[in-house]
């Protein structure tokens, strides 16, 4: 047969895998032998960076991954937290970048369809889904057919499965052209007592496949995403899997049943490096060894060889490790839900991943060689040359606006800050009736049927602060990230991260990349909420060129009484509008000096962890008394904006009477952190400022029924009606996509 | 009032239809799995939203074909109450119990969002509990709503009545700026000529409690639950 | 045996889709009167059948199944 017969291992073969002539004589050191090709190439992905994490795993052990409501940290499908009555919160975030830019649709559905997998492996029902997209500027024509085929995906995916998409965020910038992030992250909910693990173990039990057919997709994807791109990216169109919402939908509820019964030990979905990974991660933490036969597998091409079905990754598929004796049970099961269910294999002693052919066997790895024992890099990393001077360079002496009104239009209307109406009603962001704050408020909230709480999730980043200094950048996110849960009303529990990157072979990137999870580990310390797992993407960069460092926090928060939960959004008029916290002259990396065409320059916004820690506490006290109307996080866009559409939901008007001793527009569209503008009744504001003492409060003013009016030290600067800056907010997406 | 939610591989608002009668409206629910031609004895049967099998062909056209649609159709003949939701909608188009097609949305985009719609009537089975020219506000979700069919079947509707839905604005009145996806003369729900089988677009099972920001979706339900016990 | 059947919209029946493509090619400079999308299949059976009994049931297939007669009409384009 064709594959057997020897093939030479030239250095260009081995480095057509990815793999360096140093990593290839470690693997055979640990076969004791040179590899065959099904072996170089099940080497090849395991030790890629995007299986291995072999450049981020040492900074990784830095995060705090342990607290007392984890139930499971990093290094399974998910992570999995304690939310009280018995039920436990699974949730994780990934990235789908490579893919989403070579075939954004089919990219991006892949992406979300992966993650979903990794929730429902856990044993949880995933209850809604999340997504952080960077793009780059919508001038250009290609990056819209970019957002558009990553949010149709998006959609068409999650649509169809019936998880509802209730949330993310979306930014611009140059950066992102080439190479467009796709983060998703989804949350899922399981009996605290009933998680399931990727295990693989008990000698004799059967290994069983379930899903789609193996054909040639994507082999070689997990390459892929751990090489940068070049012009020549075009070429690797083939290698984009296609998703099958619907035939997930099945596998979905016919695992959940199947782990019912009690007879499934460990199961692992088959995402990237497909069977090769699930095989041997499954044995590697089971400690057990893993046979399987390659023509027992589904295949939906003919001719496919060893090499081929081992790294193929059709999507849409599982493996399961079924006790002895009570595989036809579980096959039967997966009948009834017209799967192709077969087993391929079964748990066996050693702990090696052995896999026949036809009875011969043709790979024998130990499975600790390709998971725990993958090389491990401590790259070499250097402050950036530029950054000293980026950081001490800011000039603020810009003219001052003449027309404040005219200004708020515009930045109302910049694809920053406008409304992304027109993207989240593509999604169904109601099925399964769960959700209580719809999209467009500070963070999503879903009820937990069955109980008077819910859970508060929020995806937050700016890599504009990241790309100036990224461990503030790193420390914003995750402020940020916990402000927006705390302002619906929950209280902070666990993390997830996507971190992407540029190479990190670059010892500039990997400077960011530390000072990143340094950031984000200090910060998660100070709210308790545990990193419990998430993704690494490396090698965003098109022709040398990396994207700013962009790291994704996602928070997932608990309210105890869904009665409590707020909106952002003001309720009445004759509310009175406060702000916590304090405005400083912090332009650095805002979107007022992007608009201005201002360089990214300048210090980033700093941040004291502990007053923003009692900032939150602050607020969440204050919510509970039922004091609190309405609060809104100020981020993008600064004070004005956050004003702004606080109006919106309710057409309020709002009468502002501010004193700063700031430039106007710059205490405007300053973006400091830490603050929240909150909205009271008039009758509680006295308790609301016995309440509020020990933070920064300032009054601002006071909703009324009309028109959107804001003086600054006595000089009326904004005088508009609320309904023509709704209308640049609210319309400005769709007018880039409809015209 | 015993109800029946059909279940397809592909629903996906079979459990949300279930909670709400059961658990919201406290009434005796069953479900019906598709490969299933029993019944049981239920008196009103809903076909919920969702993907029924995919979908890829055409919404619901696989959908006709399966045992617990034959039985759906003689419960139909039989002038007992069926109520298509969403792609339940559309697969009572596809199986011919309910007049017209869905084609894709005008704007070419999944919309999800509340929308108004305006009660025509509130002599019917499925809306005895509105108010005579009731606005109700109840979430739309869909790709293909956009109601097709011939001038003269239009005409046909309009003249026997069976128009029960349109997109409005929130004070009722049916312009092209409420209209959604281009259906044709705003049309959101019909009946069948009978006046027992009804399909509608928009999911008043997301409109019936208020932590989801409507309860409108109950005027529908309760005009079902009245309607038996009287 | 191969059966090839082409689904179309009817004549009159709205076709959004279409008139997007078409737009975006006119946008494009591509000097395009008219464009209508339709659905193609390519349907496998057995080589031992009978020509005429396969067209019979592939008639019935885009009768039945592939085609909704409201708005659409199908072809059976070749088999062979």
């Known amino acids: 047969m064709e594959y057997s017969t020897k093939v030479e291992m030239t250095l260009d073969l081995i480095e057509s895998h ?146 509802p998409t209730v949330g993310g965020e979306i930014h611009f910038q140059e950066a992102y052209s080439h190479n467009p992030l796709v983060n998703v992250f989804c949350l899922g909910i399981a009996p605290a007592d009933e998680i399931f693990l990727a295990r693989a173990s008990g000698n004799g039990n059967s290994l069983i496949y379930v899903g789609a057919k193996t054909g040639r997709d994507g082999i070689h994807g997990v390459t892929m995403a751990s090489e940068e791109f070049r012009e020549d990216s075009e070429s690797k169109r083939p290698n984009v899997q296609v998703g099958d919402p619907f035939l997930e939908k099945l596998l979905l509820e016919a695992c959940l049943e199947a782990m019912q019964t009690g007879a499934v030990v460990g199961i692992q979905d088959m995402g990237g490096a497909g069977l090769t990974c699930s095989t041997c991660e499954m044995g590697s933490r ?109 000039d603020l002496d810009f003219p001052e606006p003449s027309d404040y009104n005219a200004l708020l239009l515009e930045m109302a209307g910049t694809p920053q800050l406008c409304s992304r109406r027109w993207v989240y009603q593509q999604y169904d962001h109601m099925v399964r009736t769960n959700t209580a704050i719809l999209p467009g408020s500070d963070g999503a909230v879903l009820r937990l049927k069955g109980s008077a709480g819910g859970l508060a999730v929020s995806l937050d980043g700016n890599s504009r602060f990241s790309y100036l200094d990224p461990r503030m950048g790193a420390m ?73 460092p962009t790291p994704v926090l996602g928070i997932v928060g608990k309210i105890d009484d869904l009665q409590k939960r707020r909106e952002s959004y003001f309720k009445n008029p004759g509310d009175q509008v406060y702000l916590l916290g304090e405005t400083r002259e912090e332009l650095g990396g805002s979107v007022y000096l992007e608009h201005l065409g201002l360089p990214l320059c300048g210090p980033c916004p700093a941040i004291d962890l502990a007053q923003e820690k009692a900032l939150q506490e602050g607020l969440l006290a204050l919510i509970d008394q039922g004091l609190i109307e309405s609060a809104h996080d100020v981020s993008e866009g600064g004070l004005v904006l956050a004003l702004a559409e606080c109006c919106f939901a309710r057409k309020c008007g709002l009468q502002i009477e501010a004193s700063t001793a700031l430039r106007p527009d710059h205490y405007l569209y300053s973006e400091t952190p830490s603050r929240i503008v909150v909205s009271v009744k008039k009758e509680g504001e006295a308790k609301f400022l016995e309440g509020v003492s020990g933070l920064s409060v300032s009054k601002l003013g006071e909703v009324v029924d009309q028109g959107f009016q804001i003086s600054v030290n006595e000089q009326t600067l904004i005088s508009i009606p609320i309904e023509s800056i709704f209308q640049v907010w609210n319309n400005s997406l769709e007018e880039v996509f409809e015209r | 009032m015993k109800f029946g939610v059909v279940v397809f591989p592909g629903s996906n608002c079979d459990h949300d239809t279930y909670h709400v009668l059961k658990s919201v409206l406290g009434q005796e629910t069953v479900f019906l799995w598709h490969q299933d031609s029993d019944l049981q004895d239920v008196d009103t049967v809903i076909i919920p939203g969702g993907f029924s099998y995919g979908d890829y062909l055409r919404s619901g056209a696989i959908a006709k074909f399966s045992p617990v649609l034959e039985s759906v159709r003689r419960h139909a003949q039989e002038g007992k109450l069926v109520v298509g939701i969403c792609n339940g909608f559309q697969i009572l188009q596809e199986a011919g119990l309910l007049p017209g097609v869905m084609l894709r949305n ?125 | 045996m191969k059966a090839k059947v082409i689904v179309r919209l009817k004549d009159g029946v709205l076709d959004p889709q279409g008139q997007t493509i078409q737009r975006s090619l006119n946008k494009m400079g591509h000097e395009v009167t008219g464009l209508r999308q339709g659905k193609y299949f390519e349907i496998e059976f057995d080589d031992l059948q009978d020509e005429s009994a396969v067209r019979k049931q592939v008639e019935e297939i885009a009768q039945d199944v592939l085609c909704n007669p409201i708005i659409e009409t199908f072809e059976i384009e070749d088999i062979s």
């Open chain 1, 18 to 163: 990815g793999l360096t002539p140093q990593e290839y004589q470690q693997i055979k050191k640990r076969l004791g032998r040179e590899p065959n090709l099904t072996e170089l190439g099940i080497f090849s992905v395991m030790w890629s960076e995007h299986c291995s994490y072999k450049s981020s795993r040492s900074h990784l052990k830095k995060l705090p991954t342990e607290g007392p409501s984890v139930i499971q940290g990093p290094g399974e499908n998910a992570g999995v937290i304690d939310i009280g009555d018995g039920s436990a919160a699974v949730f994780k975030i990934e990235s789908h970048n490579h893919p989403s830019f070579i075939e954004p649709y089919e990219g991006a559905a892949t992406g979300v369809g992966g993650i979903i997998r990794d929730i429902f492996t856990m044993g949880a029902r995933p209850i809604a889904l999340l997504n952080s997209l960077h793009f780059g500027p919508l001038e250009e024509a290609s990056n819209q057919l970019i957002l558009e085929g990553v949010v149709a995906g998006i959609a068409g995916y999650g649509n169809c499965i019936g998880i």
């Open chain 1, 286 to 394: 089971g400690e057990a060894g893993v046979a399987i036969e390659l023509a027992r597998v589904p295949q939906r091409e003919e001719k496919m060889s060893p090499y081929e079905i081992m790294l193929s990754e059709s999507q849409e598929r599982m493996l399961l490790v079924v006790e002895k004796g009570r595989q036809e049970e579980v096959l039967q099961l997966f009948r009834k839900w017209d799967l192709d269910a077969v087993v391929i294999g079964e748990v066996c002693e050693g702990r090696n991943l052995t896999v026949y052919e036809d009875g011969h066997k043709i790979a024998e790895i130990p499975n600790s060689a390709l998971d725990d024992e993958a090389p491990v890099y401590n790259r070499p990393a250097r402050k950036p040359h530029y950054l000293d001077q980026l950081q001490g360079w800011q």
């Open chain 1, 476 to 548: 914003l996110a995750v402020a940020e990230s916990c402000r927006n849960v705390v302002c619906c009303g929950a209280r902070p529990l666990g993390a997830t991260n996507c971190l992407n990157f540029g190479s990190p072979e670059n010892p500039e990137v990997m400077w960011q990349f530390i000072q990143t999870v340094e950031g984000i580990a200090r910060a998660c310390e100070v709210f308790s909420t545990p990193v419990t797992g998430g993704n690494v993407s490396f090698y965003n960069e098109t022709n040398g060129t990396a994207i700013l």
């Open chain 2, 106 to 230: 005008a704007g070419l985009k999944f919309v999800c969002r509340h929308i108004y719609l305006l009660t025509e009537s509130n002599q019917t089975f499925f809306t005895a509990a509105c108010q005579k020219g009731q606005v109700l506000k109840i979430p739309i979700a869909h790709n293909d709503g956009n109601f097709f069919i011939s001038p003269e079947e239009l005409a046909e509707l309009e003249e026997n009545r069976q128009i029960l839905f349109r997109y409005s604005d929130a004070q009722g009145n049916v312009t092209p700026a409420a209209n959604p996806n281009g259906s044709l003369n705003n049309i959101a729900g019909v009946t069948n000529r009978s006046g027992n089988v009804l399909g509608l677009m928009p999911h008043p099972e997301r409109a019936s409690e208020s932590l989801l920001g409507s309860q409108d979706g109950r005027f529908i339900f309760q005009s079902l639950i009245n309607g038996v016990q009287h």
